[in-house]
């Protein structure tokens, strides 16, 4: 999932209890050099005149890790499982190794040899009383599993982990339910999605003291889903219940709410339900004010191009202008999107004579596409005739032409119209 940062936990603050299901390559790997999901050895560190040969080849593994070495790390760990399977020995190192074992197979797509490792390591813990320890291993062999497209098992272990041990602590409990609505929703179970989505959020809500962004979160991920779903109103009636629940907090500085207003505004845009479309944008502009300055232009640019469609002319300048002007970083000015902005903005200062302003936003919009798409691009056009029309309207007719002619070069040599 590539919209996915690598800097999010498999805690349930952000976004990444995706991360604790299907971990990257490129974020698996923690500050200390361990797997995201392996065992933290650094608590455990001793005199080397004490450690044990399975600490000693543990920690060399570890620090194998640490270099993104898997291949060493791996043999350090079947090393250290052949020590923790001597005489006297605790099970928990053999457990340990197992586990390490299996995630750094993982890492290297070894999903039989990594799905091997972590059935042992549940099959120990069979024999023992019922922790949070089994529900690692048997939502890291439902990961495995999945990985092979095994979905049916996958789903079967995932059922089976919300049902082990106790529940004293409900956070732990909630990231349960929370990565088996992920698995269910990655694998188009939308239905069960739903149902574990609202299960996590019935018990965020029975256990939080009071409204907080972990309520959000569990929110978001529902918002995400109608998205995918194609389900937009239902998506529109959980951002509703967001902004009028939790008005009270920053919903602007909560970037995975914005993220699922925004896409939510998009969706809702293109699926033609406008008066839900206009609410929500006014709301989301209102909320944005002080926010993201890029959210900000997208949502006034989406507001005017909404009001566009509405007929409500006057409206769709303003919003577009507050779009135009919104105080961006110099790289955001310079993108092929505030482009688009500046063409509907001058398209809308052209209809009401305001030629200048318009020349100076197609002019810049012109710029910005050379910049990026090169000079024979077909989306030039896109500027060059709005441009060709108002130069003629303040009787620079010369220019005109040679604008209209440039177009006519480039789109006889492209076969794509813009």
């Known amino acids: 999932m590539k919209s996915i940062s690598s800097n999010l936990s498999v805690l349930i603050t952000g976004n990444l209890l995706w991360l604790a299901l299907f971990p990257s390559s490129s974020s698996a790997f923690n500050t200390n050099g361990g797997l995201a999901n392996r065992s933290n050895l650094t608590g455990i560190r001793t005199a080397k005149s004490e450690r044990s040969p399975w600490l000693t080849l543990s920690l060399q593994a570890e620090d194998a890790l640490s270099r993104e070495q898997l291949s060493e790390a791996e043999s350090f760990y079947k090393k250290a499982l052949t020590e923790a399977k001597r005489p006297g020995q605790s099970i928990y190192r053999i457990v340990d190794s197992l586990r390490n074992l299996s995630a750094v197979q993982e890492e290297q797509g070894k999903y039989q040899e990594s799905e091997q490792s972590i059935r042992d390591a549940i099959a120990l813990l069979s024999k023992l009383p019922a922790g949070s320890l089994l529900v690692e291993c048997q939502q890291a062999l439902g990961r495995v599993l999945a990985e092979q497209k095994k979905y049916t098992e996958a789903d079967a272990v995932f059922r089976r982990s919300l049902t082990v041990g106790q ?146 002319k006057s409206e769709a300048e303003h919003y577009l202008s507050l779009a135009a002007t919104a105080p961006l970083e110099s790289s955001e000015k310079n993108s092929t999107s505030f482009a688009d902005i500046l063409i509907n903005l001058a398209i809308y200062q052209e209809k009401s004579d305001k030629l200048d302003k318009a020349e100076n936003n197609l002019k810049q919009a012109l710029s910005i596409y050379r910049t990026k798409l090169g000079s024979n691009d077909p989306n030039l056009c896109n500027v060059m005739l709005p441009y060709a029309r108002v130069l003629r309207k303040l009787h620079r007719d010369s220019e005109a032409a040679t604008f209209e002619r440039q177009s006519e070069i480039i789109l006889h040599k492209s076969p794509i119209h813009p």
Not at 176 to 186: A, D, P, V
Not at 190 to 205: G, R, V
Request: hydrophobic fraction near 40%.
């Open 167 to 312: 529940l004293w602590q409900w956070k732990i409990y909630l990231n349960r339910i929370l990565i088996y609505g992920h698995f269910c929703k990655r694998h188009g179970d939308y239905a069960e999605a739903e149902k574990q989505y609202k299960l996590a959020l019935a018990h965020c809500q029975k256990f939080q003291k009071k409204p907080g962004l972990m309520e959000v979160d569990c929110y978001c991920y529902l918002i995400d889903l109608y998205n995918t779903w194609k389900k937009p109103l239902l998506a529109y009636d959980t951002c509703q219940k967001i902004l009028s629940k939790f008005s009270s907090l920053d919903l602007a500085a909560h970037a995975p709410f914005t993220a699922q207003l925004l896409r939510t505004n998009n969706l809702l845009c293109t699926s033609k339900s406008w008066p839900q479309s206009e609410k929500q944008l006014r709301q989301t502009v209102r909320l944005l004010q002080n926010g993201p300055a890029l959210d900000y232009m997208i949502s006034c640019a989406e507001l005017g191009l909404l009001m566009q469609r509405m007929q409500k």
